[in-house]
Nanobody, 116 residues
Framework: VQLVESGGGLVQPGGSLRLSCAASGFTFSRSAMSWYRQAPGKERELVARVTSDGGNTNYADSVKGRFTISRDNAKNTVYLQMNSLKPEDTAVYYC??????????WGQGTQVTVSS
């Protein structure tokens, strides 16, 4: 399993970023996918999750209405569109795949910094 995130960077408050996660090594189209984040000194937290067909999504309360998770099964890629970014969204964002044995696979992470 390989998960490769991209799209992070430095953005001003109120700005937008789109993260991408390219997946390989498993049957992507049959797998739910998630985005997590970890800020300095804090535990890793679930940001958003999407079912295998993209039909259902779940979000942390802190990002509802601002972030959108989506996927393209033809490209084996999951996205996180982040709008109206706030300084408290600053974190390393990780793509996650949990297999049928509840084993978690993680990407290397991509840094998102929201600052003026």
């Amino acid at each position: 399993v390989q998960l490769v995130e991209s799209g992070g960077g430095l953005v001003q408050p109120g700005g937008s970023l789109r993260l991408s996660c390219a997946a390989s090594g498993f049957t992507f189209s049959r797998s739910a996918m998630s985005w997590y984040r970890q800020a300095p000194g804090k535990e890793r937290e679930l940001v958003a999750r999407v079912t295998s067909d993209g039909g259902n999504t779940n979000y942390a309360d802190s990002v509802k209405g601002r972030f959108t998770i989506s996927r393209d099964n033809a490209k084996n890629t999951v996205y996180l569109q982040m709008n109206s970014l706030k300084p408290e969204d600053t974190a390393v964002y990780y793509c996650n795949h949990r297999n049928i044995f509840s084993y978690d696979f993680w990407g290397q992470g991509t840094q998102v910094t929201v600052s003026s």
